[in-house]
């Protein structure tokens, strides 16, 4: 159609809406008069982009949407909304979580105090010989809270954040496990810190050890409580799903959880805060820090408590557009687009959804025979139960955060063909599910998958191979490695390198989506 037939046909329709639409009553016809100036913008875009009929359009439409947004809730505006008002009622809805939780760490530390009670070696055990000795030394001195003094303030920040929030999420994110998970870790914290008080209270310091600790410990305490509360509705949804489905029950419960993460996330930092800068200061009044922790309880009993009860009370309500699950249909992806990375996030987890089941058999059964060889027949043992800890505890955290010993193959050479192995495995397994997802059959066959890894498994073992064998190469090829793989495609090339002299280990990460980048982490 030529641009002037075009705009005689509608030339009527447009100075219409652009007369009536901030006046329009029935607000039907103004949507259809949108739709109608959207659409008609989307043809001049393609059959006239140069012309001036499209920057007419163009505007008429811009100025509707303005009409439209100018009262919107702004960015600032929204995240000071969700902790006045959403989190609080969020809160409300996982109460019944938030008070086993609390049930669970009161019983714990019951028990830390009655085992300490009747075996004096129980703090050995729980704490470690270590900080027994080092604060039996300092108790010697006259500075019982020493511990709190010795380390650079903001070098203690930022150790105390990482590890705090470090805790608080595998609290919660071990709420998968059917809550199971959540609650070893709350009643594992909650005897420790039993134990550590009764300490105090064997030796005649609780005064001065309650006013040192609970300082920041009113809010460390009360986040893992929280974070506690946000695991065991993250298990809520596999083991209750009530009237949704599993993976319904495990979406909407998920949320909630992640909500009550985020709303206790700035309480941990807030308590390393004052573990670091004022927590130090054991000669401050005592009057002092005993309202500071007063204050602190009761803001903690305030806004995860009360706060939330007044609201609901108030007749405030959970907003429903959180809480709508789709219903389920046949997932549709759409294989031929430039997708943003939260649609790409989206079809991974529709796909998921269909090949859950036998993802967990066959990866567990990849870990579970990983992890029996490395510790059974690798001397992981060794490694894992290092001298320096003594509780079991402290040897999986400790293993969690050394993880890269893993990719040390100057330990053990079979490492070298397990790690290339199970990854050859890994590609090929979410090859075949691609393959599944992009022919339309959201279902799994052992056989199919049998065949597609005689086909495929081969090349991809060789590649597997091929990108391990990088971390044997010299430090200094590096950057031929970079500078060789092309810029359009994307990969990950990963060495380590182990500096015998100091020990330290530097890796350096590169992934490269259609642009290079290099990251170096010491």
Known sequence: MRETSFIEQNKHKWKEFE????????????????????????????????????????????????????????????????????????????????????????????????????????????????????????????????????????????????????????????????????????????????????????????AESFLTIWVHGALEVSAIIVAGAAGLTLGKGFVFPGTYTRMQAFRLNGMRAIQTFLGVAPIIVLA???????????????????????????????????????????????????????????????????????????????????????????????????????????????????SEYVTRFDAIVEAIGDIRVLLNYHWHQLLFVMNATVFAVILTLSGYILRQAKSGIYRFSYPSLLHYMVHRGPILLLMAFALHAILYSPSNWDPFYFFCLPRSSCYVLVKWQMIHSNGKVSAIISINSCRSSFYIFH
């Open 272 to 386: 390393a805060i004052n573990e670091s800068f004022l927590t130090r200061y054991t000669e401050t009044p005592d009057i002092v820090r005993g309202i500071l922790i007063a204050l602190e309880f009761a803001f903690m009993i305030y806004y995860f408590v009360l706060l939330p009860k007044a609201k609901v009370r108030r007749g405030d309500t959970v907003k429903k557009r959180s809480d709508e699950i789709p219903p389920d249909r046949k997932p549709e992806i759409i294989w031929h687009k430039i997708k943003s990375g939260g649609e790409v996030f989206s079809d991974s987890f529709t796909m998921l959804k269909s090949f859950l089941g036998p993802l967990f058999l066959i990866i567990g059964i990849l870990a579970f025979g990983y992890c029996f060889v490395v510790y059974k027949f690798l001397g992981g043992n060794q490694w894992l139960y290092h």
């Open 19 to 206: 007369v009536s639409f901030e006046n329009e009553k029935d607000p039907e016809k103004a949507s259809n008069l949108f739709i109608q100036i959207t659409d008609d913008l989307s043809y001049s875009r393609t059959y006239y982009p140069n012309r001036s009929v499209k920057i007419y359009l163009n505007n008429l439409a811009q100025k509707v949407f303005q009409t439209i947004y100018r009262n919107r809730v702004r960015r600032r505006r929204k995240l000071f909304l969700f902790w006045t008002d959403d989190l609080p009622l969020q809160l409300y809805s996982v109460r019944k979580q938030l008070f086993l939780s609390l049930m669970l760490f009161l019983v714990a530390f019951s028990i830390g105090i009655f085992s300490s009670m009747h075996d004096p070696d129980f703090a050995r055990f729980i704490l470690g010989d270590t900080y027994v000795n080092m604060t039996e030394a300092n108790i010697e001195k006259g500075d019982p809270m020493a511990v709190y003094k010795e380390m650079n303030q903001f070098d203690m920040f930022l150790g105390i954040t990482i590890n705090n929030l470090f805790v608080a999420f595998i609290t919660m994110i071990f709420g998968i496990i059917l809550g199971v998970g959540t609650a070893y870790f709350i009643i594992y914290n909650g005897i420790m810190i039993g134990v550590f008080q009764y300490f105090f209270i064997q030796r005649g310091l609780f």
